[in-house]
């Protein structure tokens, strides 16, 4: 009855993330036509650096041209001002292409659009990037400038924001995008406090970073300047970077220069939705039952419920645009690494007689292939074009990163310990929590969860070590995508310790902390595929990257266990008794 059970479950799983595949493809032919990077250089910048520094401008431009920077950003003199043609012309006959930046509302009468026709028209200007806090034509005149960016296939420019979470607002930009169709691509643009202190190897890897790990296709160049070095060494910097970073996104794969086109904004709609949330109603029965053993009558009406909830939430679902993708988002980071890593306990609970390696192969297929699932769900729940261009991001990051780390212990307990007996753990743990052990595993785990928050996002505050940056300088000159390293350094070798010390104690030993680090490890991987402007396929990468690094240093894990059990003290036998539950 039960098997029956699991089975219609997973059955209904299957076929309603087959339903909604429209999502995924949507997003992938959308990544596929977006792989083009256009390098972007201001013109007025570098003018007025060559002033200072000594260069000259002639050569400056060529240096540019030949490093692959073909596109030069124009602003206007002042605000309403127009453009000086003379630069214009001079740039077009040097062989590069122009990227408009207007200043805002001043010059958005009938006789200044006209003039931005006759200069897009003369010039063939494809590229927009607003100079200033609002888009020009604000002030009543906002379609003048959408006719204009549909009728010449312009593609305009959004600004990353300096947080690397969202855009840059501009008055009237929000109406824009929506009123052209979404003709628009990501920007990225250091910022002037930056370029006081940067070199040109960390310039070089600000660019190849917002370009593969955040989706960008506007790199914008400005010259250094560092107040450590001279004006000339810093133009001289900002021009080798130039040239090293067309090189390294070019090995990469991407297209330099190649137009960028308009992507699709289209949605899966309201039956993409509600098979999303069938699919996620589906894997949390799963994880319930494998949990609990529920039998067959106990599902039946609140599957019937949530069935009906998930009509109803759907249909609800345009009166706020993109609040249910986001929560199925969520929904799906929660869920997936909880039943990863709920069936890997089970294999490991009825498979006791199994072989370390037959356990290590099974477990890694168990977490990959639900994690996967997951990742997939995640793909479908962030299909739209607003997510990839970074105009929604992906809200309950810390959520998604703590909550399936207290399901695990519900997992372990439930499964190792069973449910019967948490009541008297608990107490047990009460009634040991003064021991030394205890206090030590509490004081390590404490810290171990403030550098995971800390290390988490863009805002929490914990700075990446200087060890770690040269590792991570390294893997990311070598490979497509960077692994992280909560992946391959926590995640994978904490599952093949977990499995190694199962396979030789079994519940006797300690499980719980190299089970929070794997766990840690699967919700990782759920959290590269949430970077929501991430190409998946770059996620896929970085994956399949943590897999093969983690397997290398799960072995060598492996072995150096072996060996420290082998030859363990007396002393470390004692330490481990006084923890509560083991």
């Known amino acids: 009855m039960q098997n029956g059970l699991k089975q219609v479950l997973w059955l209904s799983l299957a076929i309603s993330l087959l339903l909604v595949a429209t999502g995924p493809k949507i997003r992938l032919i959308n990544e596929y036509l977006n792989r083009s990077v256009i390098p972007v250089a201001d013109y007025g910048e570098f003018a007025a650096a060559v002033g200072t520094s000594g260069a000259d401008m002639e050569n400056v431009l060529e240096q540019l041209k030949s490093s692959g920077v073909l596109t030069m950003a124009v602003r206007e003199a002042a605000p309403g001002a127009g453009f000086d043609e003379k630069v214009l012309r001079k740039l077009k006959s040097m062989g590069f292409g122009i990227l408009l930046r207007p200043g805002g509302t001043p010059c958005a009468d009938a006789d200044g659009f006209a003039g931005y026709d006759r200069l897009i028209d003369e010039f063939k200007i494809r590229y927009l990037i607003f100079d200033g806090p609002d888009a020009p034509g604000e002030n009543g005149n906002l379609s003048r400038m959408a006719d204009l960016i549909k009728k010449h296939h312009m593609i305009l420019g959004i600004i990353e924001s300096p947080s690397q979470v969202g855009y840059v607002p501009q008055k009237g930009l929000d109406k824009l ?23 040109k190897e960390d310039m070089f890897f600000r660019w190849a970073r917002a370009v593969v790990d955040r989706g960008i296709r506007f790199i914008y160049i400005r010259p250094l300047k560092n107040k450590q070095q001279t004006d000339f060494k810093n133009m001289s910097d900002t021009l080798e970077a130039s040239k090293a970073f067309t090189g390294f996104i070019s090995g ?16 899966p709609g309201v039956s993409g939705s509600l098979f999303l949330l069938l699919s996620l109603w589906a894997a949390l029965f799963l994880y319930l039952t494998y949990l609990l053993d529920l039998k067959k009558e106990w599902v039946i009406k609140p599957a019937a419920a949530c069935i009906l909830l998930s009509i109803l939430l759907t249909l609800l679902d345009g009166k706020a645009p993109m609040v249910l993708p986001k929560f199925l988002g969520l929904f799906a980071a929660l869920l997936y690494p909880s039943l990863s890593s709920l069936l890997v306990l089970k294999y490991l609970k009825g498979g006791r007689e199994h072989g370390l390696f037959k356990k290590v192969t099974l477990s890694l297929g168990i977490m990959l292939g639900v994690d996967l699932l997951g990742a997939y769900t995640v793909c479908a729940a962030f299909s739209h074009l607003r997510f990839l261009m970074g105009l929604e991001s992906f809200d309950g990051v810390v959520t998604a990163l703590l909550l399936p780390l207290a ?12 449910c019967r007996n948490i009541k008297n753990i608990w107490h047990g743990f009460l009634t040991t929590a003064k021991t030394p052990g205890t206090i030590f595993l509490l004081v390590l785990g404490a810290a171990v969860l403030y550098l995971y928050i800390g290390r988490s996002g863009n805002n929490y505050g914990v700075p990446v070590s200087l060890p770690e940056q040269v590792i991570r300088k390294a893997l990311e000159k070598t490979l497509v995508a960077r692994p992280r390293f909560k992946e391959f350094l926590i995640g994978y070798p904490c599952l093949f310790a977990f499995i190694y010390l199962y396979h030789r104690k079994g519940e006797k ?3 719980l902390l190299p089970g929070m680090g794997w766990v840690i490890g699967s919700i990782s991987i759920l959290n590269s595929f949430c970077h929501v402007f991430t190409p998946v396929s770059v996620s896929l990468h970085r994956t399949l990257n943590g897999l093969a690094l983690g397997v290398a240093s799960g072995g060598l894990l492996l072995v150096a266990l072996s060996l420290i059990l082998r030859f363990v003290h007396p002393r470390i036998k004692g330490f481990i008794k006084q923890v509560p539950g083991h």
Request: aromatic share 16%; glycine share 4%.
């Open 407 to 418: 399901l695990f212990t519900i997992n372990y307990y439930f499964i190792f310990k069973g």
């Open 509 to 511: 030993s300690i499980l």
């Open 252 to 267: 990469k794969g991407y297209e330099i220069n190649a137009p960028l086109t308009k992507l699709s904004s289209a949605s």
């Open 177 to 199: 995008i929506l009123s052209t169709d979404y003709a628009i691509n990501r920007a990225y643009i250091i910022p002037d406090w930056d370029l006081l202190s940067l070199d």
